[in-house]
């Protein structure tokens, strides 16, 4: 299944700080992280990630090191802030009560089950 | 080990293709080729091929366009050294625009001239409204450009309308005839900013129109030498055979390049923007530590010396402009500065800069109220003592936020978003001095 293209971009800024929350992390990793989680249902183009990163990096809600992998390679890190997790904290509300009405309106199974 | 060389020749000849665009960094590519690495050397673990490899982690990545683009959304600034891209660029230059409406401007500028009859008869309406004849036309010239939409088209123009009543309904002294006349200029760029910008909230696209004030005031300097040149070397070649038309001459000619040339300057910072961009870093390193040495000179003098009987409307106005030259400086080589480096020598001297700004100005403030003591408030020192207090807030937060940026906690961004949230302060400050000042001091 293709998800919609302005859904996944949507989606992005929350899931990258999502994965972030979790510990800090680089491109490649929260990439791989992504299509775990996904279960490779979310496609995205991977350069693109790059740009949001720097983006939120400006907002200050992620900052940014450079650092060295266990193949010595230069990589650079990105950790969430404490305003990263306020972010994420308000757009987790946010997508909580979209999905919600959603499958209120779809009368999903899921809803009733609980979950 | 052959293949390996293979590859990295490949990577070099990829990050090429990135860096050729502008908005793309040297340690951007960095990042994505340290992605890119990862990527072939997981793929190779899958059994694949170098060149396959590559080829996948490549296309996976994206392709050089679109990814550079998305960069260049990203870093507003980068893209602004760059607006005129090799493609043909995101904003057309399109000469005729500008040609019709720098003849608009031509006439409007001489009909109100006629209307008035100045230079001959000086009407204070003419002078009063001045700002009314030269910068609305720059407006409906970035509306025009930018495609605007009636909702801002008519924001504009009910600001417009507004200011022009205030200006106009209020009655005015000789001496609030000169206050709207400085004021309202600056009071209408801002309003031009609401035709440049697409977002007049977000700090970037603020940031954007200050950098295009910078650079048009550099470009309308440069024509207005041209000018001058071109007028002292006509009139000294035609005086000889049309001895008493010069004046006349003159008013035609002087108005009208002061007029069109406004339009000019913006068509040119669009056009010839690398021109000026390459330039505008120069100058302010070279004028940051020059006019920080001259302030640091001057706030010690005068804040031993004090001001004594030297203090007079014109030293203020040369204090008021100095201290804006001071903020704008500083704003220009902020938005500048890569906003990832540490803070550096220049950075220090900025912050010299600054303080010794708020010292003079904090002079000049003591001696304002020290005359408004004697004297009481007239129409001419609320706006001097507002201005300067205006300045002074600026001033300190501008010199908080370079000074956490040398502590190592601040980052260059905060200096910029302080300036540009602070925008509006300014605007509403010469929004009070051209139409409410003029009804407490009637």
Redesign the interface.
Known sequence: MNVDKDLVAAMATPLVLAILADGSS???AILARVRELSDGELTW????L???L??LE?L?LVAAQWGV?E?G????YYEITDDGRKQLAAQRRQWITATRTLRGAWGDPILSAGV | MNDNNDTDLKIETWRAALLRNRAVSA??V???E??L???I?DLEGAGLSNDEAFLIAVK???EVD??TS??A???GERLWKHLVLADGGALPTRFGTMVIFALVAVVVIQTARLLSGYPQTEQPWFLRNLGFFLLPTLAVYFGVRRGISVRRWTVLGVVVAVLAIAANLIPHTAETDILVAIHLPFLLWFVVGIAFVDDPRSSGARMDFVRFTGEWVIYYVLIALGGGVLLGLTGLILTPIIPNGMGEVFSWVLPSGVAGAIVVAAWLVEAKKSVVENLAPVLTAIFTPLFAIMLVVAAAGYAIVGFGAEFNRDLLTVFDILLIVVVALVVYAISARP?EAPAGIMDVVRAVAVVAAIVLDLVVLVALFARVGEFGFTANRVAAVGLNLVLLVNLLGTIWHIGRLLAGRG?S?RVESWQTSYLPVFAGWLLVVVAVVPLVFP
């Not at chain 1, 390679?73 to 650079?76: A, D, F, G, I, L």
């Open positions: 680089y491109g490649y183009t991977d350069g693109m790059y740009p949001l720097h983006r400006r200050e992998s193949e390679r230069r990589r650079k | 340690p951007d960095d990042e994505l340290s992605h690495r990862d990527q050397t996976r990545l994206g679109p990814l998305e960069y959304r990203v870093h906003s980052r961004l």
